[in-house]
């Protein structure tokens, strides 16, 4: 399932690419932090890979967007259910290591959102699942911003789905930063 998952995830960014999806620039690694054009964030906002390297649903596609993704109130119907999702969120806070941290200091974060196309995690899997800080600039209020920015965009046929998944998928933070920092200056969420 992982070796199909990892191809699948290559042909996309490979298909990015070929696309013109790619903004072209460095971006930050999320397990690093290090200085990319978005400059240095601190890697807690960001998703570890080798955890979280993003995931989409197959069922979503360009062509599909007016039948799935854009059409009001999808994307809550592909939601886990609470009960799946505080599991889920438990599961990933022993993942990253925050065992004994409360859970109300994170959102179980979908990292390619479903309302973009994001692998909703309904089976079980967390891929495509993080815990993702509330605090701080750059937390889950920040993301939250981005998120129905870039929605807006692909739903009005101003960017590919594929181009929004890719920025979610490698670095949130420079996508967030390249779009002009939607919702915000230096960051939406609360200190």
Request: hydrophobic share 30%; aromatic share 8%.
């Amino acid at each position: 399932m992982n070796g199909v998952r990892i191809r699948r995830s290559a042909v996309v960014l490979a298909l990015v690419a070929v696309v013109g999806g790619c903004s072209g620039g460095a971006v930050t690694l999320p397990s690093t932090g290090q200085p990319g054009p978005a400059g240095p964030v601190p890697p807690r906002y960001l998703p570890r890979r080798d955890l979280t390297p993003g995931g989409t649903n197959p069922k979503v596609t360009q062509a599909n967007i007016r039948q799935t993704i854009c059409v009001p109130g999808w994307s809550a119907r592909q939601r886990p259910s609470r009960t799946r999702s505080a599991t889920l969120k438990r599961r990933v806070m022993r993942l990253y290591g925050y065992q004994g941290q409360p859970p109300s200091r994170y959102e179980g974060d979908h990292l390619v959102p479903i309302s973009l196309g994001g692998d909703p995690e309904t089976n079980g899997r967390t891929e495509n699942y993080w815990p993702e800080p509330w605090a701080g600039p750059y937390g889950a209020r920040t993301k939250d911003d981005y998120e129905h920015w870039a929605y807006e965009q692909v739903c009005a046929g101003r960017m590919p789905l594929v181009e929004a998944q890719h920025a979610f998928a490698t670095n949130w933070y420079a996508g967030w930063v390249r779009a002009g920092r939607p919702g915000g200056g230096s960051g939406g969420g609360s200190s």
